[in-house]
């Protein structure tokens, strides 16, 4: 290796791929936890070192330059690489105090995990849970999370995965509502029901309609693309809402609608970056959840039992 080539200095490399990134000083500043202007200085020498101007004004963002582009790839590898070796080096810590980072759906943050952190909690104090909400996936690989809870396999190598389960959902309302516009016997009782829409409208009618709801978009009185204000706007008693039954079936408020006729699945995997595995803290809570998020799946068949009998 010519050593005599590597006379860069690491942090100016990162300003400048964080500005890439990120689009702004401003907003690469943020990302990195540094003043913008310290990061400005590093881009500064950064430039100066290679003796290339690597951005250009345009109003208040940064445009690369085609010198910026042409490193572009070989910087993005180096901070892939440090990645990588943050990640090597912390999966082998056996420490049991810290941070955990968990990325989920907002339903399952805000109606799952705090019940599991209040577990956790208990056993190991030690450990802080970190609940990173969001319904985008996070990138494990770039240390974004340490451990996700998501609805597809993955299919990344460097990912190591566990199914815990496959849940059902369908529709939910209040008792209120189901009084004032059913019984619903049957998918046709739903014609006329007001619904609340979830995301993209068009293509959650579509998967109601394939499924056999006789739903327009005439149906839908709201709509949001977060899961917790759907949820919130069925439980105002507004129209139908979608859940989880886990999730579903742990308020009193909501009653579900049509179960039997009328379900999705989806499955539930537990998903880690590959070097974390010897990470006793990694492993202690990912146990942990995958036991907790199994807990879920026994009370919801008791529950089906119970429903079964009742009915019978």
Known sequence: MNWQAVDFDWNQVRAFLATLEEGSLSAAARALGLTQPTLGRQVAALEAHLEVTLFERAGRQLVPTPAALE???HVRAMGEAATRLSLAASGQ???VEGTIKITATELYSAYVLPEFVEILHASHPGILIDIVSTNSLSDLRRREADIAIRNAEPTDPDLIARKIKTETGGLFATSDFVAEHGPFDALSDLADTP???????????DTLKARGVPMTAANVVARSESHIVHWELARRGLGLGINGWDVGVKLPDMVPVLREALSFEFPVWLVAPRELRTNRRVRIVFDALATHLLAHKVETDTLKRRERSKSA
């Open 71 to 73: 490193v572009a790839d």
């Open 195 to 205: 619904l609340i829409g979830f995301g993209d409208t068009s293509q959650f009618l």
């Open 93 to 95: 810590s056996q420490s």
